[in-house]
């Protein structure tokens, strides 16, 4: 799967919408100053009806009157939940892919679009007759990533040096937008994404990352706080959606969690967690048909995985072995 990214901060959102609430409120008083006007200009009839007409008369201003009271009402409502819901949402990140409830607060936000290709790695649009496989068609999502800032800050911060990158022909430079999610560990079942063409390489002695002939320094995500032995991350893998890197990787590759998977806690540092998956991307990565290390075509499941066993250990050695023959072959 490949991916394009935006990202926009939560507090741009919030300013967004408390803009279009003004904007809002002005038109609203605008339109009821133009129909006071016209009512003014407006010759009225004199009143030679009757008695009852005259109540009649009384009784549809009242309704009139009432019902330009109830419009005006409605939409101040409306305008002030424009403005309330952003800041609501900002502050307590609700969630419509997993439960956010016991995890930290979202500081940044990501959106991210994402397609699966069909079986033969093809994209474009087929016409109806020439249509085989139904079922085979590229499928198009649409994620929201929300990132933990307070807890995680240097995985953050590394993570959004690579987000919105202006698109340069003649320079370009490493960015999510060519992401491609290449790796799916059926043991731990952490789907693995990473931008294309982003290699580690050694230069005087030291490892850097090397773009399209550019050199870039490389800067391992590990977070300052330190950490007794035994002591628990600050948010464990303990369930599905969650964006993690690993402790020791240059490059910029993230994860993402299909499942809960304790042996994770040890390697990785979780930084984020997925808001919204509009089309259910994370369960059909899991429909995908993946290669085990005994070379058995299977897929992978959602039930938690522990830690200990070997079948871990042969899962890891087959996911590196299968790295390197992928470099390899670039």
Not at 142 to 167: E, S
Request: proline share 6%.
């Amino acid at each position: 799967p490949r991916c394009n990214i935006k990202y926009l901060s939560g507090h741009y959102l919030a300013t967004m919408r408390v803009v279009s609430a003004l904007f809002l409120a002005v038109a609203i008083q605008l339109a009821d100053g133009f129909q006071l006007i016209n009512r003014l200009a407006t010759p009225q009839a004199p009143s030679v009806g009757l008695k009852m007409t005259e109540h009649k008369d009384s009784h549809f201003a009242a309704q009139e009157i009432s019902s330009d009271q109830q419009r005006r009402t409605l939409i101040q409502q409306v305008a002030q939940s424009i403005v309330a819901v952003p800041i609501l949402g900002y502050s307590n990140s609700a969630s419509a892919a997993i439960d956010v409830s016991s995890l930290p607060q979202v500081t940044h936000k990501v959106f991210m679009d994402i397609r699966i290709s069909r079986r033969d790695g093809t994209f474009y649009v087929k016409r109806p007759e020439n249509v085989e496989d139904p079922t085979d068609e590229p499928i198009y999502a649409h994620l929201v990533l929300g990132l933990y800032g307070n807890v995680a800050p240097n995985c953050v911060q590394q993570f959004l040096k690579y987000v919105d990158i202006p698109f340069d022909l003649d320079n370009p430079n490493p960015s999510y937008s060519t992401t491609r999610f290449s790796t799916l560990d059926t043991e731990s079942g952490l789907l693995i994404g990473g931008i294309s063409g982003l290699d580690v390489t050694t230069l005087a002695g030291g490892n850097v990352l090397q773009y399209k002939g550019k050199v870039i320094p490389a800067k391992l995500w590990l977070e300052n706080t330190k950490k007794e032995e035994g002591t628990p991350p600050p948010v464990p893998h303990g369930r599905k959606g969650l964006l993690t890197h690993r402790n020791l990787d240059l490059t910029p590759s993230f994860g993402v969690t299909t499942r809960g998977s304790s042996s994770l806690d040890s390697s990785h540092t979780v930084f984020g967690c997925v808001l919204e998956d509009t089309n259910g991307f994370l369960e059909k990565v899991i429909d995908i048909p993946a290669m085990t290390s005994d070379g058995i075509v299977t897929k992978t499941s959602d039930e938690p995985v522990n830690v200990g066993g070997g079948t871990a250990i042969a899962s890891s050695l087959f996911t590196a072995q299968r790295r390197v023959f992928r470099d390899a072959a670039k």
